[in-house]
């Protein structure tokens, strides 16, 4: 092939991958830097008394030798001009996390679901397309956002935030509703009836009510753990700010409540009544699919984050 040949098939396959306004100077830059260069090492390896086809071929094995110490056409068109990224490589850690969160979302609930006798649901299939979607999802997502950032660069300044400081207001009005929560856990059954004789509504108050074993055994562990953040809530809104310790405890009664649930949903025998039942397993499984993945982004932060030495914690 002769050297012409080469360095013109470089400098068309290199030029293609820059914006079409650019491809003539590009090009013309490329032609005179590669001639230049080969005309160089010509003179340092070829003697002028060589015969001319050993100078030719000389010539040829320099040229390719030449436009491949430049690099893959691809890598020297980025040079001249940045490729457009689907996903930022600021947000490829963000992206990893979502992906793993949602990858393990899929594989609990497809396992949820093999428990439950519907030929309609294949956990194979939750598993195949669920995760298709969910990475198509996120690539179109990031795609958007890092256009947007190139696009409006203005609005999205990084702006500093206390990660540690606790609103207390919003954690007081959680209060009333997390303890009635708990009353509505404990007691199902009178619950209810309470709520048909204030609202006039018609709920199936005898159907909420629990198994022997599940009340005796299984409930109290959950009533103690809700108890157990509610307190931990109350803490932090007392102190007015999280601490290292604070953190991981209020992570790890998190992740226990959450497992708690997706085995409540396992295991079933929750309700007597069967439909009753057959309902609180499908929302016990979806709390904790969601739950328990949730929990596992957060702790991922956590684990990412310095021990500064301004920050307070427990002795």
Partial sequence: MHTSTIIESYIDDTVRLVPRRMR?????????????????????????????????????????????????????????????????????????RAAIVGAVSLVLLAGACSQFASPSVKPDDIVKIGTLSWLGTLVVWYGVKGAMRRRWPERTKWKPRDRDRVHRLGNIAIVPFAVVGIVAYIAPVWTANLFNRMTGAKIDAPSLAYTDEFQQQRLPIFIGLLIALLAMLLFVTWRGRQSRVTRRIDLGLNFVLACVVLSFAVAGGVMRAPHADAIAQQVLTLIGVIYLPCIGAIALSEIGRLKGTHQSTLS
Avoid: K, W
């Avoid at 160089?40 to 491949?68: C, W, Y």
């Avoid at 001249?80 to 600021?90: L, N, Q, R, V």
């Fill in 24 to 96: 003539a100077d590009v090009a013309c830059e490329l032609r005179s830097l590669l001639h230049e260069e080969l005309n160089a090492r010509m003179e340092q390896s070829v003697p002028e008394n060589a015969p001319a086809s050993d100078n030719e071929a000389a010539r040829t094995e320099a040229a390719l030798a030449l436009v491949r110490s430049y690099g893959e056409p691809a890598t020297v068109a980025a040079r001249y001009h940045t490729p457009m990224t689907i996903i930022d490589p600021a947000d490829t850690t963000s992206f990893l």
